[in-house]
């Protein structure tokens, strides 16, 4: 996998490659990642590239999709990352996504994961998509809940060792259909 792989009115979601690296150190070092989704440990542009291809790219070879960066179409800015990922613990993929402090507020979580779950639907058939937060972001669950996401069960997340709540989305036949990158 490689390039853009969606496209949305003001977003591009393409797959990460190590030339990334500079923005995965700010992104993956965001007191909000930090916070809500955990330390990584990618402190350096050779840490990001490592994460790069242990993660994303590892995970487009064996499964088909994983996470992507997004970008504002307007001026090519990234922004954030989101996409799924497919984790030992859950029988179907997880939506997850993270944005930059100073792009959150704006619409673009929701149109990024609201693409990516047309695309689980849509591009790849799934039936089932998950996503997990810890309970206290309360702005991640508010979006899950308005993309026709609900509370599944407590999880506890094995790389974390805390609490998460699950949440579960099955195939509506009202969801959007994505455009084609370059669209």
């Given at each position: ?68 960066r997004v970008d504002c ?32 507020g704006q619409g673009y ?39 026709g996401f609900r509370f ?32």
């Open positions: 996998m490689s390039g853009e792989v969606l496209r949305t009115e003001r977003l591009a979601l393409s797959a990460f490659t190590e030339a990334d690296a500079p923005f995965l150190v700010r992104l993956l070092g965001d007191p909000g990642f930090l916070r809500f989704i955990g330390d990584r440990g990618v402190r350096t542009e050779a840490d990001a590239r490592a994460y790069v291809a242990e993660g994303p790219r590892a995970s487009y070879a064996a499964h088909g999709f994983g996470l992507w179409l307007g001026d090519g800015t990234s922004i954030g990352m989101c996409g799924l990922l497919q984790r030992d613990v859950l029988d179907a993929p997880d939506l997850g996504y993270a944005f930059l402090a100073e792009h959150t979580a929701r149109e990024a994961a609201s693409a990516t779950l047309a695309y689980a639907r849509v591009t790849l058939g799934l039936e089932t998509v998950y996503a997990y937060t810890v309970a206290d972001n309360v702005r991640s669950v508010a979006l899950l809940t308005d993309l599944d069960r407590a999880l506890v997340l094995s790389e974390a060792g805390t609490e998460a709540a699950l949440y579960r989305h099955t195939r509506a036949a009202d969801a959007p259909t994505p455009s084609a990158p370059g669209r």
